[in-house]
């Protein structure tokens, strides 16, 4: 069994201001990673996905997120913000073996001008 | 492409009444999925279909929950007899691919049920 925590339910942030979600994860096998994005009345769209290689996996829209298995977290980052990221932002994990995702509580990004 | 579809998009019913939700997946996918996420909760995986057949229905409440996917292709949720605590939004999902893998699971806009 899997479980996610996403230690910010809301993160208030400036435009063109960074932001860092915090993802961590627990799991006794081994696990693919993802991001997965809620734009208000909106369904969820990946973001972006880790499966293997590079620790460090980015999106076609400025984010990236990095896997560190030691510290099992898969944090979100961005180093400019635009109003349009208002979002909620989910993070989950599969087992590689199954096929169901398991979601943390998801972060609400909300973007001030 | 159409991506996965869900009707409807919104429903009020009163508690007691039966609500059907409908799910079109991405063509081609033999994955479907539905989750939901009830107020102020996390995401929860409720059941996994491979084609027409029930893989994993470990996450389904209880029995007033049925879920269908008649020859393999949409799914139905019903809910009946439908709880004030089954308000929420349901989501479907689905992906290619058998077995398990880093395949791409797509959500579709959710269906809001409210149950007053």
């Known amino acids: 069994a899997q479980s996610v925590t996403q230690l910010d339910s809301q993160v208030p942030v400036f435009e063109e201001a960074p932001v860092e979600l915090r993802c961590n994860y627990s799991s006794s096998v081994s696990v693919y990673l993802f991001w997965y994005v809620q734009y208000p009345n909106q369904g969820l769209q990946l973001l972006l996905k880790?499966?293997?290689?590079?620790?460090l996996v980015e999106s076609i829209n400025g984010f990236e997120a990095e896997f560190n298995k030691s510290q099992t977290s898969f944090h979100l980052r961005k180093p400019s913000v635009h109003i349009s990221d208002t979002a909620e932002y989910f993070c989950a994990v599969k087992g590689a073996a199954g096929n169901k995702l398991t979601f943390g509580g998801g972060t609400r990004v909300l973007v001030k001008p | 492409e159409a991506g996965v579809t869900q009707f409807p998009s919104h429903s009020v019913i009163e508690k007691g009444q039966t609500v059907t939700l409908r799910c079109d997946p991405i063509s081609g996918h033999d994955n479907l999925y539905w989750y939901r996420r009830v107020m102020g909760k996390e995401i929860k995986f409720l059941l996994h279909?491979?084609?027409?057949?029930?893989?994993?229905e470990s996450g389904m409440p209880n029995n007033r929950f049925l879920a269908e996917r008649t020859g393999g292709t949409y799914s139905t949720l019903k809910v009946q007899p439908a709880e004030l605590e089954d308000s929420g939004v349901y989501f479907c999902a689905s992906s290619q691919g058998r077995g398990a893998g880093g395949n791409t699971i797509y959500f579709g806009e959710g269906s809001w049920l409210t149950v007053v």
């Open positions: 880790y499966l293997s290689g590079s620790t």
């Open positions: 279909f491979v084609k027409e057949s029930k893989q994993d």
